[in-house]
């Protein structure tokens, strides 16, 4: 007879097995559809677009310490699955303060202990998971500078009929405002460093080990974030410097002799009307604001 010494029943008793309604459902073979890529066409400059310019990017570091309480008692982690989320990004007007506010999700799966054995230990694996909040506040530096708008309220005092005197009766205001872009962060990257350290003040698995159980334990987190920092601002795209390209010329492709010289500006020929007239020079200067600078 076999020495059932390793075996572990617990003191249980099997249930009946049940069918089992697990399987494949409809699988289907996908044949490969044919596509045509052909070469992007846009107008040549000079034009001035509008695009998301880069203001700054950073890489932030946030420590963070956090005392977790599991729903069970835990014989050990299996495993800890996280993200980064960041809520808030703010960056205050005419300041390099950057407002940072988010949280780390942890989805934590543990074993519990459900039945000991001199030999094993058997339990379930349960899961647990929580929302860890950061925020912080840090200085950047500009490679761009951010625009802001203004607005001023000036108020224009007439003389009387006499022309001595100012008229009382009537009251004349100029109101200006200039309005500014929003600035917006993308978050480009996350790494997060991390030490976890268990509670284990209670027993739970006498007679296997003499390592207790927990159902507390005290996270350090070291987050690094990389931050790119944007703004909508009106960029000027020079005229492109055109050069021609020489083929070489193979026997089998002399039907293609005329793209022997090829010129990439050709295409764009139709937009030459517009070459004399440069964009970028007349967006080079903003008298119209400077009166309302000061």
Not at 65 to 73: N, V
Not at 176 to 188: D, G, S
Not at 228 to 235: C, G, I, T
Request: aromatic residues 10%; glycine residues 2%.
């Amino acid at each position: 007879m076999l020495n059932n010494r390793f075996t572990n029943d617990c003191d249980a008793v099997s249930p009946q097995q049940e069918e089992c309604n697990s399987g494949i459902i409809n699988p289907v073979t996908l044949s490969e559809c044919d596509s045509e890529c052909s070469e992007p066409m846009g107008r040549k400059g000079p034009v001035v677009v509008k695009v998301p310019v880069v203001l700054t990017e950073c890489k932030v570091q946030i420590d963070v310490e956090a005392d977790i309480r599991l729903e069970q008692r835990a014989f050990d982690i299996k495993t800890i699955d996280k993200k980064v989320c960041l809520t808030q990004c703010h960056l205050v007007p005419h300041t390099n303060k950057l407002f940072l506010r988010g949280y780390i999700q942890k989805n934590i799966q543990y074993s519990t202990v459900e039945c000991v054995s001199e030999d094993s230990v058997s339990g379930n694996v349960q899961h647990t998971t929580v929302n860890v909040p950061f925020h912080c506040v840090t200085a950047v530096k500009f490679d761009k500078l951010p625009m802001f708008g203004k607005s001023f309220k000036e108020r224009l005092t007439a003389l009387d009929d006499n022309m001595v005197c100012p008229d009382n009766e009537e009251d004349s205001w100029v109101h200006f405002n200039k309005y500014h872009e929003p600035i917006f962060c993308e978050l480009e990257w996350v790494k997060v460093l991390e030490s976890d350290i268990y509670n284990r003040n209670r027993a739970c698995a006498e007679g296997f080990t003499e390592e207790n159980c927990f159902r507390r334990f005290t996270e350090k987190m070291v987050i690094y974030l990389g931050i790119k920092v944007l703004q909508n601002q009106q960029v000027c795209i020079p005229k492109p410097v055109c050069k021609k390209y020489k083929m070489k010329d193979h026997d089998k492709y002399d039907e293609y002799d005329e793209y022997d010289e090829y010129d990439k500006c050709d295409k764009y020929e139709k937009y030459d009307k517009y070459d004399e007239y440069n964009k970028c020079d007349e967006h080079d200067k903003h008298d119209k604001y400077e009166r309302y600078d000061d």
